[in-house]
């Protein structure tokens, strides 16, 4: 008998294991998850920094968040695994009055969203969350106390196990070669290890998902970006809750990872491509970045093989591209996160259940972030953007 299988996801990163978690507890059980790698996680969700956050400047970033940060919560609760959530903060801090101005309008709106933590700083409270930061051009900034981190491989394993204990199926090793559609309607893949036949199909292929949408002749608008990080040797002096701090002049932001620092910052240059090589000159430009910040970390030791890139999977606007393909019935988009795909990935599970089984959702408003907005002239761009 050739498989059939109600849902066939491709993809079983972060976004596809909670896609898979959410129709599974709506009651949809023949959920097939095909992954290529021989084990989960190689694609980018094993190289996220696991940073969520609420402070975003757009109504659908911020919804998406509000959605999945009690979700990773109550994680162990709800999946029977730890998300490694850790209420630490984002703090962004403003060199500028148009910054503080931006800054200003964002917790407005987030708070006019349910946002109710989020509160603006001065320079003077900026100081005392890292006594050694040189704060004199600093002119405020913005906090909020449940943004934070969470642990991506944990709660994609979560995901997957508690949908594999309601009867989803997950097949590694096995890379999705085609989807067919019939009379404009999916059919069904093609894999490695034979054929599927199935009326719906979800592209959660990350940063490959273009290739993997062009196989149903469809043109999506995702292309990945390499994006590096570089971890610090231990620091000591550091406070015990260290919020991840964002220069908002430089774009360099940091974290506290065990005992030293995760550090990043979005090189200007860097082209779309799938190249993952790091590349050294951009832990110079880290160091000098935190030295100019923080000039105790001056002192900080990396060692550069600890240092990894991975890949962001970039959209025109800076938001995910979620819901049905308008060419073909039965093909859903998960993807386009450009960097907030471990963040989102409860709401994003939950919306695509729901637009799967229902036809509507009431997490975002699913217009906002259907893949017709940028045919339409309806991107809403976001500028809080890592
Ligand atoms: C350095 C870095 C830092 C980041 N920091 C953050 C952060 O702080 N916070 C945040 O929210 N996000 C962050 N991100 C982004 C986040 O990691 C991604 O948005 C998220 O992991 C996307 O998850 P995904 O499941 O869609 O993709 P992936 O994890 O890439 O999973 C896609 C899977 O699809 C599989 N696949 C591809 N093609 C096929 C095929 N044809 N057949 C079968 N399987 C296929 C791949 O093998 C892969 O496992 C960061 C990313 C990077 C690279």
């Not at 260290?242 to 360099?252: C, E, H, R, V, Y």
Request: hydrophobic fraction near 40%; proline fraction near 6%.
């Amino acid at each position: 008998m050739p498989k059939s299988a109600d849902v066939v996801i491709i993809g079983a990163g972060i976004v596809g294991s909670s896609i898979a978690f959410h129709l599974t507890e709506a009651g949809c059980k023949n959920v097939l998850l095909i992954e290529r790698e021989t084990r989960q996680g190689l694609g980018s969700t094993g190289k996220s920094m696991g940073g969520v956050r609420a402070q975003f400047a757009t109504d659908a970033n911020i919804r998406m968040s509000l959605y999945s940060i009690p979700i990773f919560a109550q994680f162990e609760e709800i999946t029977g695994c730890p998300s490694g959530y850790k209420p630490h903060g984002y703090l962004f801090m403003a060199t500028n009055d148009w910054h503080m101005n931006y800054l200003r309008k964002n917790s407005a709106r987030q708070k006019s969203l349910g946002l109710k933590k989020v509160e603006l700083l001065s320079r003077d409270d900026i100081r005392r969350v890292l006594p050694q930061l040189r704060a004199d051009d600093i002119v405020g900034g913005s906090f909020c106390p449940t943004d934070g981190f969470v642990d991506p491989n944990s709660v994609m394993t979560g995901f997957t196990t508690r949908a594999l204990d309601r009867g989803a199926e997950l097949w590694r090793g096995t890379e999705v070669t085609g989807i067919y559609a019939d009379h404009g309607a999916v059919s069904g893949v093609h894999t490695t290890k034979g054929a599927v036949s199935a009326r719906v199909v979800v592209n959660a292929a990350g940063p490959w998902a273009a290739s993997v949408a062009r196989t149903a002749g469809v043109e999506l608008p995702v292309e990945p970006l390499r994006r590096m990080l570089v971890p610090t040797e231990p620091f000591p002096g550091l406070p015990e809750r260290l919020p991840m701090i964002i220069d908002m002049t430089s774009g360099w932001h940091f974290r506290q990872e065990g005992l030293g620092l995760l550090m990043a910052w979005a090189h200007p240059g860097e082209q779309p491509g799938f190249r993952t090589d790091f590349d050294p000159a951009y832990l110079e430009k880290n160091l000098t970045h935190a030295a100019e910040r923080v000039p105790a970390f001056a002192n900080l030791a990396v060692n550069p093989r600890r240092c990894w890139a991975g890949l962001y999977e970039m959209s025109p606007d800076h938001h995910a591209i979620l819901g049905p393909s308008p060419e073909i019935r039965g093909l859903f988009f998960a993807n386009g996160f450009s960097g907030h795909g471990v963040m989102h990935s409860p709401a994003t599970g939950r919306i695509l259940a729901d637009l799967i089984l229902r036809g509507r959702t009431d997490v975002i408003d699913p217009d906002e972030l259907n893949v017709q907005r940028f045919a339409e002239g309806r991107s809403i761009e976001e500028t809080a953007v890592l």
